[in-house]
């Protein structure tokens, strides 16, 4: 069985550079192969992980509502769609869920996508999902459960509060997932009594905190993957002690 970590938070908190810091420390421990699902609408996972993406699955779902081709069924083609979406990489793979449904009867079309990607998450040990602030992406494309769901949030008042209303939403919709954390990232010196507090009133479980890392800021302005990080960069050794304590890697 695939062990599932889905990633939110609302934008700007850093939850993708953390979902590609995730696969790495994954990787380094020997957890492959993983599929990393990018299923922000605002994809960039790709550039964090230093891949290029020729296709994404809304454009496979688009070819389809268009029609198949010619001695294809719609599940054939659908299957070759998502296969071709996968982006291959050594110990993982990528797979961009793209835009959103558009105008237009899509129901058949996201039937198979999602018959085609829990087949396809079952070939993998590890899935990381990459999600917007909101947990739609799990209940209605990708998969209907999380092992692990991790938050992203800056150490403001208006961040947790963020954090707080994604744990509800996964809770409102009633999704299959074994634990929550809540990960504190960009955090000047030490974590505020101010959200230490507000961590504590809203019963958020906190996994750790990240310091602000300027590393970070410089491979973001030179446009170079932050997977590639030192590892003695401050944000990858607060973040894999995070991942240590957090992730039984023995039960999978």
């Given at each position: 069985?695939?062990?599932?970590?889905?990633?939110?938070?609302?934008?700007?908190?850093?939850?993708?550079?953390?979902?590609?810091?995730?696969?790495?420390?994954?990787?380094?421990?020997?957890?492959?192969?993983i599929l990393a699902v990018d299923a922000d609408s605002n994809a960039?996972?790709?550039?964090?992980?230093?891949?290029?993406?020729?296709?994404?699955?809304?454009?496979?779902?688009?070819?389809?509502?268009?029609?198949?081709?010619?001695?294809?069924?719609?599940?054939?083609?659908?299957?070759?769609?998502?296969?071709?979406?996968?982006?291959?990489?050594?110990?993982?793979?990528?797979?961009?869920?793209?835009?959103?449904?558009?105008?237009?009867?899509?129901?058949?079309?996201?039937?198979?996508?999602?018959?085609?990607?829990?087949?396809?998450?079952?070939?993998?040990?590890?899935?990381?999902?990459?999600?917007?602030?909101?947990?739609?992406?799990?209940?209605?494309?990708?998969?209907?459960?999380?092992?692990?769901?991790?938050?992203?949030?800056?150490?403001?008042?208006?961040?947790?509060?963020?954090?707080?209303?994604?744990?509800?939403?996964?809770?409102?919709?009633?999704?299959?997932?074994?634990?929550?954390?809540?990960?504190?990232?960009?955090?000047?010196?030490?974590?505020?009594?101010?959200?230490?507090?507000?961590?504590?009133?809203?019963?958020?479980?906190?996994?750790?905190?990240?310091?602000?890392?300027?590393?970070?800021?410089?491979?973001?302005?030179?446009?170079?993957?932050?997977?590639?990080?030192?590892?003695?960069?401050?944000?990858?050794?607060?973040?894999?002690?995070?991942?240590?304590?957090?992730?039984?890697?023995?039960?999978?």
């Open positions: 069985m695939s062990m599932m970590i889905a990633m939110a938070g609302k934008g700007g908190t850093g939850k993708t550079t953390i979902a590609g810091l995730l696969i790495r420390f994954l990787l380094k421990k020997g957890m492959v192969p960039n996972l790709n550039e964090v992980l230093g891949l290029k993406v020729e296709m994404t699955l809304g454009e496979a779902r688009e070819g389809i509502k268009d029609g198949v081709p010619p001695g294809m069924t719609r599940d054939l083609y659908m299957e070759y769609k998502v296969q071709a979406s996968l982006v291959e990489s050594q110990g993982y793979d990528l797979i961009v869920m793209g835009r959103p449904e558009g105008p237009g009867c899509y129901c058949h079309a996201n039937t198979l996508l999602s018959r085609y990607m829990d087949r396809l998450c079952g070939n993998y040990r590890v899935v990381v999902m990459d999600n917007e602030a909101g947990m739609e992406h799990i209940s209605r494309l990708v998969a209907r459960q999380a092992d692990i769901l991790l938050i992203v949030s800056d150490p403001t008042q208006r961040g947790l509060l963020a954090a707080v209303r994604i744990r509800d939403l996964a809770r409102e919709l009633r999704l299959n997932i074994k634990k929550d954390y809540v990960i504190i990232n960009r955090v000047n010196q030490e974590l505020p009594l101010t959200a230490k507090d507000a961590i504590e009133a809203a019963g958020l479980n906190l996994a750790g905190w990240v310091p602000e890392d300027e590393l970070i800021t410089q491979y973001d302005t030179e446009g170079r993957p932050t997977v590639d990080l030192p590892d003695d960069a401050k944000s990858v050794q607060a973040l894999n002690e995070i991942f240590e304590n957090i992730i039984s890697i023995d039960d999978y």
